[in-house]
């Protein structure tokens, strides 16, 4: 259950962090994304990021076991 928690802290945090950067840095590149569109870019970011998280300790579990 601890870890469960740390991971929806940790995911949460980086969605948090992610769109707020994208409103800071995102206007030095002439683009004004919306909070809304900040958020959606990061859901979609984070979404990735834990498939890819995934497939990384699937691929990696495999090899322990062989």
Do not use: C, Y
């Amino acid at each position: 259950m601890r870890n469960l928690f740390e991971t929806f802290i940790d995911v949460g945090s980086g969605l948090v962090l992610a769109t707020l950067i994208q409103l800071l840095i995102f206007p030095f590149f002439d683009l004004h994304p919306t909070v809304w569109d900040s958020f959606n870019i990061a859901i979609i970011f984070t979404i990735i990021s834990m498939v890819r998280s995934f497939l990384w300790r699937t691929i990696f579990s495999r090899r322990r076991i062989k």
